[in-house]
């Protein structure tokens, strides 16, 4: 039987699934910036650009993460959340995505000092990531959750970059793209955790739009933030 909301009846779960990966559209695989970069287009300064732009992303992941779990009753959850944490920060001899993301920045001519000094992060990058942040903190942890979902349409835009970086950057060092290797496994792991939690919260077609809405404003945050490195560092 459907369960009937304000605007109607809700989705089927495989039809709210549908709807959610339809949302790819938006992803900024699409931005013109990153098809830019992954055609060759972009210069050094560019490149190195983003490269510390996104490292600001990359330092606040388990901040965010650390949010779902504070708000996150659900012991079950919490156990399986963590592992994001732990796969950013490290633990025992994994270096975790932050130190791989460091050693892009080595490999791109960036020093760590430079790097870890945030120095090239623009208004818009720092904006739109603390906006994803304080969205963790203060939303149920089932929408912060569901905010994770770009996730879905991540692995596409690593295996872009594994493919075309080697021959159109030949000057970044092979070992600094291990962080876009390590994530197309782990994406996956992630998202069918994340999307099975939206599935199982999401029912009725309100809160399904709602879902909608939430991984178009976490599309809109990654869009944002290219959109601003294309502006600090142009051509």
Request: hydrophobic share 40%.
């Amino acid at each position: 039987m459907s369960v009937k909301g304000s605007s109607g009846p809700a989705w089927s779960r495989d039809e709210f699934e549908a709807q959610l990966r339809a949302k790819g559209q938006a992803y900024h695989i699409h931005h013109p910036f990153n098809v830019k970069m992954n055609s060759g287009g972009c210069s050094h300064e560019q490149i190195r650009g983003w490269v510390a732009n996104r490292f600001y992303y990359q330092i606040n992941i388990p901040l965010k993460d650390a949010a779902v779990l504070s708000n996150c009753p659900d012991r079950d959850t919490r156990r399986r959340w963590v592992l994001r944490i732990l796969d950013h920060d490290g633990y025992g001899e994994d270096e975790g995505g932050i130190e791989t993301w460091a050693r892009l920045g080595d490999a791109v001519g960036l020093s760590r000092d430079e790097l870890w000094s945030l120095e090239h992060v623009v208004p818009g990058v720092r904006f739109a990531v603390d906006a994803y942040v304080n969205f963790a903190r203060r939303a149920p942890w089932q929408e912060a959750v569901c905010s994770s979902l770009t996730e879905i349409f991540a692995p596409q835009i690593h295996k872009d970059r594994l493919a075309t970086w080697p021959e159109h950057y030949p000057w970044i060092k092979p070992e600094g793209l291990a962080y876009f290797r390590s994530r197309i496994s782990l994406a996956q792991r992630d998202v069918e955790h994340g999307l099975s939690v939206t599935l199982d919260h999401f029912r009725t077609r309100d809160q399904q739009q709602r879902a909608l809405d939430i991984l178009q404003f976490k599309l809109d945050i990654l869009w944002t933030m290219l959109d601003a490195i294309e502006k600090a560092f142009p051509a």
